[in-house]
Nanobody, 125 residues
Framework: QVHLAESGGGLVSPGGSLRLSCAAS????????MGWFRQAPGAQRELVAI???????NYADSVKGRFTITGDVAKNTVNLQMNSLKSEDTAVYYC???????????????????WGQGTQVTVSS
Protein backbone atom coordinates (compact mmCIF):
# COMPACT_ATOMS: atom_id res chain seq x y z
CA GLN A 1 0.00 0.00 0.00
CA VAL A 2 1.23 3.47 -0.88
CA HIS A 3 -0.04 6.50 0.96
CA LEU A 4 0.25 10.09 -0.23
CA ALA A 5 -0.14 12.50 2.68
CA GLU A 6 -1.07 16.08 1.80
CA SER A 7 -0.93 19.07 4.11
CA GLY A 8 -1.16 22.84 4.00
CA GLY A 9 -4.62 23.58 2.67
CA GLY A 10 -6.92 26.11 4.25
CA LEU A 11 -8.69 29.44 3.92
CA VAL A 12 -6.82 32.47 2.60
CA SER A 13 -7.78 35.92 1.39
CA PRO A 14 -7.36 36.92 -2.25
CA GLY A 15 -3.76 37.90 -2.89
CA GLY A 16 -2.52 35.67 -0.10
CA SER A 17 -0.25 32.64 -0.15
CA LEU A 18 -0.40 28.99 0.85
CA ARG A 19 2.10 26.16 0.66
CA LEU A 20 0.98 22.59 0.05
CA SER A 21 3.19 19.63 0.86
CA CYS A 22 2.96 15.96 -0.02
CA ALA A 23 4.97 12.94 1.04
CA ALA A 24 4.63 9.38 -0.17
CA SER A 25 5.12 6.45 2.17
CA UNK A 26 4.57 2.71 2.19
CA UNK A 27 5.60 0.03 -0.28
CA UNK A 28 6.83 2.48 -2.82
CA UNK A 29 8.01 1.45 -6.21
CA UNK A 30 10.25 3.97 -7.87
CA UNK A 31 8.29 7.20 -8.20
CA UNK A 32 9.24 8.99 -11.40
CA UNK A 33 7.06 12.09 -11.17
CA MET A 34 4.86 13.89 -8.67
CA GLY A 35 2.39 16.66 -9.07
CA TRP A 36 -0.70 18.54 -8.04
CA PHE A 37 -4.11 18.50 -9.61
CA ARG A 38 -7.23 20.35 -8.50
CA GLN A 39 -10.96 19.99 -8.83
CA ALA A 40 -13.39 22.83 -8.28
CA PRO A 41 -17.08 22.18 -7.64
CA GLY A 42 -18.82 21.17 -10.85
CA ALA A 43 -15.57 21.08 -12.78
CA GLN A 44 -13.26 18.37 -14.01
CA ARG A 45 -9.99 17.63 -12.28
CA GLU A 46 -7.19 19.61 -13.90
CA LEU A 47 -3.42 19.64 -13.82
CA VAL A 48 -1.88 22.39 -11.73
CA ALA A 49 1.82 21.55 -11.77
CA ILE A 50 4.05 18.50 -12.04
CA UNK A 51 7.71 17.74 -11.58
CA UNK A 52 9.63 14.74 -12.83
CA UNK A 53 12.54 12.93 -11.26
CA UNK A 54 14.71 14.76 -13.78
CA UNK A 55 13.35 18.09 -12.43
CA UNK A 56 11.32 18.88 -15.53
CA UNK A 57 8.23 20.90 -14.65
CA ASN A 58 4.96 21.81 -16.27
CA TYR A 59 2.33 24.28 -15.11
CA ALA A 60 -1.22 25.11 -16.05
CA ASP A 61 -1.33 28.44 -17.86
CA SER A 62 -3.66 29.79 -15.18
CA VAL A 63 -1.03 29.42 -12.45
CA LYS A 64 2.19 30.27 -14.29
CA GLY A 65 4.08 33.02 -12.51
CA ARG A 66 2.07 32.54 -9.30
CA PHE A 67 2.65 28.90 -8.30
CA THR A 68 5.97 27.11 -7.93
CA ILE A 69 6.40 23.35 -7.62
CA THR A 70 9.47 22.04 -5.83
CA GLY A 71 10.49 18.80 -4.28
CA ASP A 72 12.70 15.77 -4.40
CA VAL A 73 10.93 13.11 -6.37
CA ALA A 74 13.68 10.62 -5.51
CA LYS A 75 12.75 11.17 -1.85
CA ASN A 76 9.03 11.08 -2.63
CA THR A 77 8.23 14.62 -1.57
CA VAL A 78 6.71 17.55 -3.43
CA ASN A 79 5.60 21.04 -2.47
CA LEU A 80 3.46 23.67 -4.13
CA GLN A 81 3.99 27.31 -3.21
CA MET A 82 0.92 29.29 -4.20
CA ASN A 83 1.17 33.08 -4.28
CA SER A 84 -1.22 35.80 -5.41
CA LEU A 85 -4.14 33.47 -4.88
CA LYS A 86 -7.43 34.22 -6.62
CA SER A 87 -10.95 33.11 -5.89
CA GLU A 88 -10.80 30.89 -8.96
CA ASP A 89 -8.02 28.90 -7.32
CA THR A 90 -10.57 27.56 -4.84
CA ALA A 91 -10.66 23.78 -5.22
CA VAL A 92 -9.70 20.48 -3.68
CA TYR A 93 -6.02 19.97 -4.43
CA TYR A 94 -4.77 16.42 -4.96
CA CYS A 95 -1.22 15.17 -4.77
CA UNK A 96 -0.37 12.56 -7.40
CA UNK A 97 2.57 10.32 -8.14
CA UNK A 98 3.58 8.26 -11.16
CA UNK A 99 5.57 5.02 -11.20
CA UNK A 100 5.87 5.07 -14.98
CA UNK A 101 7.86 7.60 -17.01
CA UNK A 102 6.11 10.92 -17.54
CA UNK A 103 6.84 13.52 -20.17
CA UNK A 104 6.34 16.77 -18.28
CA UNK A 105 4.83 18.74 -21.17
CA UNK A 106 2.49 15.88 -22.10
CA UNK A 107 1.37 14.98 -18.59
CA UNK A 108 -2.28 14.42 -17.82
CA UNK A 109 -4.03 12.89 -14.84
CA UNK A 110 -3.90 9.54 -16.66
CA UNK A 111 -0.09 9.70 -16.37
CA UNK A 112 -0.40 9.31 -12.59
CA UNK A 113 -1.42 6.12 -10.80
CA UNK A 114 -1.13 7.12 -7.12
CA TRP A 115 -3.39 9.74 -5.54
CA GLY A 116 -3.82 11.46 -2.21
CA GLN A 117 -7.14 12.16 -0.52
CA GLY A 118 -7.08 15.84 -1.36
CA THR A 119 -6.85 19.04 0.66
CA GLN A 120 -9.27 21.95 0.43
CA VAL A 121 -7.98 25.35 -0.61
CA THR A 122 -10.47 28.19 -0.30
CA VAL A 123 -9.67 31.72 -1.46
CA SER A 124 -12.22 34.12 -0.12
CA SER A 125 -12.48 37.46 1.64
Amino acid sequence: QVHLAESGGGLVSPGGSLRLSCAASGSILSILAMGWFRQAPGAQRELVAIITRGAQTNYADSVKGRFTITGDVAKNTVNLQMNSLKSEDTAVYYCAAATQPVLALAATQDSFNLWGQGTQVTVSS
